[in-house]
Structure formats: C-alpha cells, structure tokens
C-alpha cells in the first residue's frame, strides 16, 4: 500500500485509521504492563534495632507467623489472577487488531471499485453535458421565436389596459368620495373609542401598580425566610460533620510513630443509612502509618451519625482530620 493510498484512505475514513492507531497504541502498553507486573518487589532493607530481651508468648508467636503466612498467599494467589488477567486482555486486543487490518483492506477495495465507478460516472457526465448544449442551443432559438410573438401580443395588451386604466380611474373617484365620507365617520368613532380604551388603561394601571407592589412585599418576604432557612441549614451542616469527625477520631488508634501536627484531608461516600461505602485521602502526610490509621478509624465508625436534618445529608462528606495532641 503506498502512501498515497494511506492518506486517501486517512482522509475518507479517519475514525476507523485512528481506531485501529488506538488499537497498536493498546496493544503494546498492554504487553509492557505484562512484562512489568511479573517483577518480584524488592523488600525493603531491615532497619537494624537494638535487641533487647523479652519474654515471648509461643502460641502468639506462631499465631502471628500463620497470619502473615496467609497475608503471602494471597498476595501470590492475586497475582496470578492479575496476569491472567493481562494475557486476556492482550489476547483480546490481538484479535481486535486483526480485526481491523481486515476491516482496512476491505475499506482499500471499497475505494478502488469507487474510483472505477467515479470515472464511469464521469463519461456519463460528460456525454450528457453534449446533448444539454445541443438542448440549450434549440431553446434558445425556441425562445426568440416566442419572444417575436410575444412583442407583438404586447403592443395589443398596451392598447387595451390603456383603456381599461382610463375606466378604472374614474371608478376610483366616485369610490374615493364615498370612502372620505366612510373615514370621517370612522375617525368619530375612533375617537371615542380611544377615549374610552385610555379611561380603562389608566384604571387597569392602577391595579398593576398596587398588585405589582403585593408581589415584591411577598418576594422579599420569600427571599428574607429562604436565607434565614439557608443560614440555618448551613450552621446544622458544620454540625452534621463536626459529628461524623468527632466519631471517626473516638474510632481512632494513634500510631506509635505518629508525629504532632500530621492532618488530612478525607474524603468519604456512605449510604442513606450511614453505612461507609469509601474513603478517600488527600494532601497527607507521607506517613503511611498515619493514613492507615484514620481510613481504619473512618470504617471502623460506620454507620456515621444520622443528621440533624435530613436536608443536610450528602452522600459525600469532606472534613479535614487534625487528631489532638
């Protein structure tokens, strides 16, 4: 395929090049993230500590080396699950690219058949345009010929409006008398009619001024009890968070390497009835510890405290955790 060829097709039918662009682009993120995926984390370096002496519980030791022991079989377990998960996908995408190298030289096909049918069309084109001007040429000799005729029915219908146009201004005069007569007469009636129209405007006026002045009494009066609904509304939503923060902080364990003046901004989505559906954490602090912390601390709290109001509830629910010291 040359690269003519490419371009015409780009130009007919970028939606389909792009998809299939789209497709190569996929393609190879997808086997990148295969490859990358299948790397072992490197643990990190023990932190050397000072050993000192304790007394160790057996049975809780072992209990412990059984938990972490699970916590890396599933580790494992979902790893593997994730790279099936990338060989399907890529599997997928193979065939979708197939796809559309197939759909593409059909679309190459299409174009060729159409330019063979555009020429065929313009031959057509062509030979119709000769037999129109030789059709153009017979009706404009047609034409003269009824123009000749029509000059001359002319001069006949001039003679005969001239005199249709000299009854026609007489009729008009003797109708002109009688409609001055009908204007005058009309033009009373007028008059006291606009009389009568202007007494009622100034009556209906007056009404539209006294209901216009009711209307902004009682707007104003809307407006002044939907603020005050407002300003209260507002005061029971900082309630309503102050309540669900002060839970979550109650739910809250404090890290044993937790610094002094750590905050965090949380996000959190619950249901109608209070129960957590997610947490969400921004602008924290690196202390990884410290944000495990208040998302255990968020779930631990739910259901959350209803509102005070049911107006003020909201699915989600913004405030910022500054534990105390």
Not at 37 to 48: G, I, R
Not at 241 to 262: F, M, N
């Amino acid at each position: 395929m040359g690269s003519s060829s490419l371009v015409e097709i780009f130009k007919r039918h970028p939606k389909a090049v792009a998809a299939s662009i789209v497709l190569h682009v996929v393609l190879l993120v997808l086997l990148s993230i295969s490859l990358t995926s299948s790397k072992v984390p490197e643990q990190p370096a023990a932190t050397k500590k000072t050993v000192k002496a304790v007394v160790v519980d057996t049975a809780q030791v072992e209990k412990e080396i059984e938990k972490l022991k699970q916590v890396e079989k599933k580790k494992q377990r979902k790893s593997l699950e994730e790279q099936k998960r990338i060989k399907r996908e890529t599997e997928q995408a193979r065939k979708k690219l197939e796809q559309e190298k197939k759909r593409l030289a059909a679309l190459k096909k299409q174009e060729q058949e159409r330019k063979k049918q555009a020429e065929i069309k313009r031959k057509k084109e062509a030979e119709k345009k000769r037999k129109a001007e030789l059709e153009r040429k017979k009706k404009l000799e047609a034409e003269r010929k009824r123009k000749q005729e029509e000059q001359r029915k002319a001069e006949l219908e001039k003679q005969r409006k001239l005199e249709a146009e000299r009854k026609r201004k007489e009729e008009e005069q003797r109708k002109a008398e009688l409609e001055k007569q009908r204007k005058l007469e009309a033009e009373r009636k007028r008059k006291e009619e606009e009389a009568r129209q202007k007494k009622l405007a100034e009556e209906a006026e007056k009404r539209r001024l006294a209901e216009e002045a009711e209307l902004k009494r009682r707007l104003a009066e809307e407006e002044r009890r939907v603020a005050e609904h407002n300003r209260m509304l507002d005061s029971l939503r900082l309630q309503y968070v102050k309540l669900i923060e002060q839970k979550v902080e109650s739910k809250w364990l404090r890290p044993s390497a937790q610094q002094s003046g750590q905050t965090c901004e949380v996000y959190v989505r619950q249901t109608a009835l209070g129960d957590v559906v997610s947490v969400h954490l921004k602008e924290c602090s690196s202390d990884v510890a410290f944000q495990h912390s208040i998302e255990r601390a968020v779930w631990a709290a739910s259901p959350l405290p209803p509102p005070p109001n049911p107006e003020v509830f909201d699915n989600e629910i913004h405030f910022t955790f500054r534990p105390r010291t």
